[in-house]
């Protein structure tokens, strides 16, 4: 169906994108010869960048009135047949509306977080239960997407060098495993002191280099982790989306809350191990069959809280239980 002109949106985040990708590669492997257009918020689009499976990334500028309305007329001048919404929010679902796709798909109102969204919907979509990224693919599907399925990450991703990673990976610093202290929420996030001792751990018993992945605002949060690692010598690493790519394709191993980081390890192959409290790892858990989560009792019945510290769950996480993951994880590699 060559005629067919897909539009993609998912304007963010990190997390989110990289578990919509494997939906829109359906997409692209059914409809072969189809233009497949992804429209992304301009901070995240560099992530779609070195990927060959779209006909081109569109990125939306939402500071301006002006790039907004130069970004809609360019999605209504490529006269899509059919528009995705992977987002399910008001802003999402009108950019759908706005681009004149005869054809929007998204998720049916109980399953949004904006019930409102779907008014802007031709076909409303009740996923199945389970994994988020599978909930995706039923969008895909309702496209009329062959229901094979895609590996989570991109399969067509061009790898391309990255200089200030590849500078920092070659300086003495050996093998390597990362950690990322930070998150959207801070109800998903595990103390900083914890984070700590477990590097101070892991670096000992494994001989690795700890190395504490940060966002923007997440400086202090990265310089206690390194406080409470003492003595261990601790790397700090913040870098734009290619250089975190390449950070994280070379570490052992990732230990991290439900982030983006952490779903973007698990696309590019790394081994991870995820700690898991107010969101649900059935549903939000990393995709690889042979990663390891650490979660215990639902103390808030997993509503996905966004509170601004950690919450019960993720404060009832030992230390012990993630080195015990750890280990389960690296043992599953042997």
Known sequence: MAESRFLIVRLSSLGDIVLSASAAAMLRGSFL????????????????????????????DRGSWKSLAVTVRKLRAARYTCAIDFQGLYKSALLAYLSGAPRRIGFARPFLRE??????YTDQISPPPGHIADQNRALARAAGASPRIFGIGFPKWIEEPQPFARRMLSCDVGAFFVVNPGGGWGSKCWPA??????????????????????????????????????????????????????????????????????????????????????????????????????????????????????????????VEQVLDAVHRRLEKLQ
Not at 43 to 60: M, Q, S, T, V, Y
Not at 241 to 259: C, H, N, R, Y
Request: negative net charge; proline residues 7%.
């Open 193 to 318: 002191e914890r984070y700590g001792q477990l590097c101070r751990e892991l670096g000992a018993q494994r001989d690795l280099r700890p190395v504490v992945n940060y966002g923007p605002g997440e400086e202090p949060l990265a310089e206690a982790v390194a406080r409470a690692a003492a003595p261990a010598n601790v790397i700090l690493f913040r870098g734009e989306i290619q250089e975190l790519k390449s950070l994280l394709a070379g570490a052992k191993f990732v230990v991290a809350g439900d982030t983006g980081p952490l779903h973007l390890a698990v696309a590019l192959g790394t081994p991870v191990v995820g700690l898991y409290g107010p969101t649900d790892p059935v549903r939000n858990g990393p995709y690889g069959k042979d990663d390891v989560v650490v979660c215990n009792e639902r103390f808030e019945g997993m509503e996905h809280e966004r509170g601004h510290s950690p919450a019960a769950s993720m404060l009832s996480i030992t």
């Open 33 to 60: 010869g189809a233009q497949v257009d992804w429209l992304v918020d301009c901070r995240w689009a560099d992530i779609l960048i070195p990927c060959g499976d779209f006909h081109e990334i569109i990125r939306l």
């Open 115 to 120: 019930s409102g969204a779907a008014f802007f």
